[in-house]
């Protein structure tokens, strides 16, 4: 029975009846390699791809540089670098998946209604990007080693496996004893030299054993594989099977860690009946192809990437054996023969002189052995076949390759094509300098740092391009956004909120407040608002600033209990204090100003702090204080101070009475006259100081400043009214307070920003370990309850139409403060313009995310792009091609992005932004279209109106059908009803041509 297994055994071997038969692989060895059958080590590596744009001269500056850092390693023997990349359009949704999924997740955990959106743009994407997939398996074979050191290891592991059962204890099974003693030395210099280089350029993963054979599971099964599956390997329990798998007696396969093969094969592969170059893997067709002789030029890969067809999937790889004497002994031995030939043949002259030519070569540069082969793939056999006809073409006019469909066995010419998989391959070795197998490699795709993201960008060649919002990539969330109109900007802004609302690991809504000049932002908060349910509407709140008491805010407001500012409070309030003094139209700073304002500012705390002159409590002024007060029992006397209302109030767990009791206790706008006049330490110090060369005191000059503010902004001058309430996701529009024209209204315009800021992230910048200390002891538990609610969340701050402040410092000046302590307290701040001198250095220098939605109107601009932000010459160029506008394919972009480490290269890629017809409905700022879309959220509700619009008109926009009808069919609008008009009529029959879509329980209340 034995005698007739093993002669069995040794016949499947030769004819390769078996996958196990195909594969090196035998085991592991630690977390990272693995052992293949001869002894030798291998390890995996995802090379992710570049984060930068290559050019022409980039490229050429990399090869060079690489070949320089590994040409010595792979001038000895036994050592092979096996490329393998991979573009499979049939599995587009696996690199969205986890982002996708995340996404939804997060919308479940936060009660949002958006998860039909989400999905839409996921569907949109998978048509609209391509999987793309590059690993580098690096293996270093026993022959590395010294032919006497090698001879002593065998011997050293043969002595060791005596006590083991052998070196192959399990016929079916791994081996743990096969792994050459002191080989692992070599294999891990190897490495460190290969990837300290590659790395110096590229974004690569070292992967783990485990992560690596799911990688090749999933190849092999078209991504069948769930990611929980794992293979079984030394050091995980061992799946002991009640059967003889082999008929030894010894034989121990079924008490030990299957043989990897057979895990990795859930199925027999099989030559195609119907064709015998084709491979079935059952729901699958597999094509090989080879590379059968040396280019005639070598071409880098980019060139053959943009000539395969977008719909054509495929895998490549590409071996590089080392060994530089190896090769040129082999070519030297051809020469001679041919020139020993020569006169019999002048084909035979040629050889010689093709092999004089390789070896000049190699005189100046390091000779490899590489062999390149191919498959593609397809559900059906004329699919497959097409797909092998187009991949075939486009490979042979690669630097007029030879290409070979099958030599021998199709399934081992597939095999080639898996990462690692092989010892043997069946391509023709060809002999290439190292700097041309390296400029051959497919080592300089883009790739995003970001595996998985909410931000889901494309690349110009339709490589999906993650982005996470406030990652740990990043030491801060900063950003500049530059975008004449027309080019996106909204949509990019709703967009980029959108990504950080669903960011996994989000339980409650974030913080994200956005202070616009009209109303594009609102229609981005009212459909959050519409997303959620009943009970949390009030989390999303759209407001527009007016000029009147109801929005009176106090930016002189302290957090409870605290009698003076915290220091980043107190900083906004010398900035708006000194906007409010400085002259319209003014752009030159007034001497000694700024330090009176800062000296005014502490002052007036002092003045009206408990010790001093404190505001007096009165009955009346606030009911739901009196009210409270009378419902505890709170008896004080006549003469008490706001100040102990508030103490008595918050030792009464009544905090919403407490703060409302404070707003009476803290200085306003109007008492800072009256501090001027009698705080000594200020007329003290500037009592003789004069601006205007002497003709006003610089406190007169101040006093009447600020008597000109209370006058002109009443809603200043007050204790605070208006209140966001509990609402998160927030909108203020400025448009009514905040006009062009007048320098008069441009520092108008300046103070709204700054008030509207204030309103909006002054509780942003809270954090236990820095705000506590500052906090009176009192009330440092509450305000701990209060800032740990909130600390691990995000919290945003946009400043859209950045470029109405760019006469008013003070704006500029607090958005720099905001920019540079956002990044200590989670505040992610964005800074949204028309103009790009409104982005100074200063801030350019602070922020690590820049985004050009558009490359300007004249090259002056593009030179304007280049001074201020630096791109490289490559990303100039890519701009200038793909920044037109928003169309088809979306918005295009040159993002330009830093990583928190500072050794990792600047991110710099042209980017797409494509969002699917929901979401371009829910941002559309269009007149028309914003109408339409008005009209129909009165009738069903928002979110029954986007779902409709977005089946009506898939490409976000009625604008065309509302023209046509406008020129054509103008008398069929006609209606008895005066009060209807054209948006009336047409949202009418787009809501009863869609009456499957409206749910019921979505419309609008009135």
């Not at 859930?266 to 195609?272: A, D, L, N, V």
């Not at 007036?604 to 505001?615: A, G, H, I, Q, T």
């Not at 898939?954 to 103008?970: T, V, Y």
């Amino acid at each position: 029975m034995s005698i007739g297994f093993a002669i069995s055994n040794m016949l499947n071997r030769v004819f390769k009846t078996n996958v196990l038969h195909y594969s090196q692989l035998e085991t592991s060895s630690g977390e990272f390699n693995l052992v293949t059958r001869d002894g030798g080590l291998m390890t995996a590596f995802e090379i992710k791809g570049t984060f930068g744009i290559v050019g022409a001269e980039a490229f050429r500056e990399q090869i060079l540089s690489l070949v320089d850092g590994l040409s010595s390693g792979l001038s000895r023997p036994g050592y092979r670098l096996q490329f393998v990349f991979r573009r499979d359009p049939l599995n587009s949704k696996e690199a969205l998946r986890r982002s996708i999924s995340g996404a939804i997740y997060t919308l479940n955990q936060l009660n949002l209604d958006l998860e039909d959106m989400v999905k839409e743009r996921g569907q949109l994407l998978e048509k609209k990007t391509v999987l793309e997939t590059c690993h580098l398996i690096i293996t270093t074979y026993p022959r590395a080693m010294h032919p006497d050191i090698r001879k002593e290891a065998v011997k050293e592991r043969s002595e060791k496996a005596k006590v083991s059962g052998g070196l192959k204890p399990g016929v079916m099974s791994q081996s743990p004893s096969l792994e050459l003693p002191g080989l692992e030395m070599l294999h891990s210099g190897f490495i460190n030299q290969v990837i300290s280089k590659l790395g110096e350029k590229l974004s690569i993963q070292k992967l783990e054993v485990h992560e690596y054979l799911l990688l090749i599971r999933k190849q092999i099964t078209q991504f069948g594989t769930s990611d929980k599956w794992r293979a079984y390997l030394p050091g995980d329990s061992v799946p002991m099977r009640l059967i003889d798998e082999v008929p030894l007696d010894n034989d121990l396969s079924h008490v030990m860690w299957p043989d990897i093969s057979h895990q990795l094969f859930s199925r027999e592969p099989k030559i195609h009946e119907k064709d015998p170059t084709l491979v079935d893997i059952g729901d699958w067709c597999i094509a090989p192809i080879m590379v059968d002789q040396r280019p005639q030029e070598a071409k880098p890969f980019a060139d053959l990437f943009a000539s395969i067809d977008r719909d054509v999937p495929y895998q490549m790889s590409l071996v590089i054996e080392s060994g530089h004497e190896r090769v040129t002994q082999m070519i030297s031995r051809k020469k001679t023969f041919a020139s020993f030939v020569a006169f019999a043949s002048s084909e035979n002259k040629l050889i010689r002189d093709a092999a004089e030519y390789i070896l000049d070569i190699a005189a100046n540069d390091t000779l490899v052995s590489a062999q390149i082969s191919f498959s593609t793939w397809g559900r059906e056999i004329e699919e497959t076949r097409r797909n092998r006809s187009k991949l075939k073409t486009a490979v042979e006019a690669w630097g007029q390759l030879q290409v070979v469909e099958e030599r021998g066995d199709a399934i081992e010419s597939w095999f080639n094509t898996l990462p690692g998989i092989s010892a043997t391959h069946l391509g023709t070795p060809i002999p290439l300098t190292v700097t041309e197998a390296m400029g051959m490699s497919p080592i300089t795709r883009p790739v995003s740092p970001w595996a998985d993201g909410t931000m889901l960008y494309r690349t110009i060649d339709e490589k999906a391009f993650p982005y996470l919002p406030g990652s740990t990539l990043q030491n801060a969330n900063m950003e500049l956004v530059f975008a004449p109109p027309g080019f996106g900007k909204s949509f990019y802004l709703a967009a980029a909120n959108m990504g950080l609302i669903t960011k996994p690991g989000n339980t409650i809504l974030p913080r994200i407040g956005i202070l616009d000049i009209g109303f594009s932002s609102a229609m981005f908060v009212d459909m959050v608002r519409d997303s959620l349910p009943a009970h949390m509407k009030h989390l999303a709140k759209s407001f527009r600033m007016e000029m009147d008491a109801k929005y009176a805010v106090n930016f002189f407001d302290t957090p409870l209990g605290c009698q003076r500012p915290l220091s980043v409070d107190r900083e906004f309030v010398v900035n708006m204090l000194t906007l409010l003094a400085t002259p319209a139209g003014r752009s030159e700073g007034i001497t000694r100003l700024p330090e009176l304002v800062s000296n005014l500012v502490d002052a007036m705390y002092d003045y009206f702090s408990e010790e001093n002159n404190p505001n007096m409590y009165e009955p009346g002024i606030d009911p739901e204080v009196d009210a409270a007060m009378a419902a505890h029992n709170i008896n004080v006397h006549s003469e008490v101070s706001w100040w102990k209302i508030v103490r008595v109030l918050h030792q009464q767990g009544l905090h919403h009475e407490a703060i409302q009791a404070q707003r009476f206790a803290v200085p306003t706008l109007n008492d800072a006259t009256t501090v001027l006049s009698q705080a000594s330490s200020i007329s003290d110090v500037y009592g003789t100081a004069m601006v205007d060369n002497g003709q006003e005191s610089i406190i007169d000059f101040l006093k009447t400043m600020i008597i000109s503010a209370v006058n002109d902004y009443p809603i200043l001058s007050q204790p605070t009214v208006f209140s966001l309430g509990d609402a998160r996701i927030v909108s203020i529009d400025l448009m009514n307070v905040a006009r062009d024209g007048s320098a008069q209204a441009e520092k108008k315009t300046g103070v709204m920003y700054m008030l509207g800021r204030q309103i909006i992230c002054r509780d942003f910048y809270r954090k236990v370990d820095i705000t506590l200390p500052e906090i009176p002891a009192e009330f440092r538990a509450y305000h701990k309850r209060v800032i740990e609610k909130d600390e691990s969340i995000p919290k945003k701050f946009c400043m859209d139409e950045f470029h109405r402040t760019s006469k008013v410092q003070a704006v500029r000046s607090q958005a720099i403060v905001d920019i540079r302590e956002g990044r200590k307290y989670n505040v992610h701040v964005s800074l949204l313009s028309q103009l790009l001198e409104d982005f100074d250095d200063n801030m350019v220098k602070l922020v690590n995310n820049i985004i050009i939605l558009s490359k300007g109107i004249s090259e002056m601009s593009l030179n304007e792009i280049r001074e201020r932000f630096a791109p490289s010459e490559d990303a100039v160029k890519y701009m200038n091609r793909w920044l037109t506008g928003p169309g088809a394919e979306g918005s295009s972009m040159l993002y330009i992005g830093q990583l928190k480490s500072e050794t990792s290269p600047k991110i710099e890629q042209v980017l797409r932004l494509t969002l699917g017809p929901t979401e371009i409905w829910a941002y559309s700022t269009t007149p028309t279209d914003v109408s339409l879309r008005k009209r129909m959220s009165d009738r069903i509700g928002l979110g029954n109106a986007l779902r409709v619009l977005a089946k009506a008109y898939p490409r976000g926009s009625a604008q065309a059908d509302i023209q046509k009808i406008l020129s054509e069919n103008a008398a069929d609008l006609e209606s008895d009803d005066d009060n209807l008009n054209l948006f009336d009529i047409l949202a009418d029959r787009v809501i009863k041509a869609h009456p499957e879509l409206i749910d019921p329980t979505k419309m609008r209340v009135a």
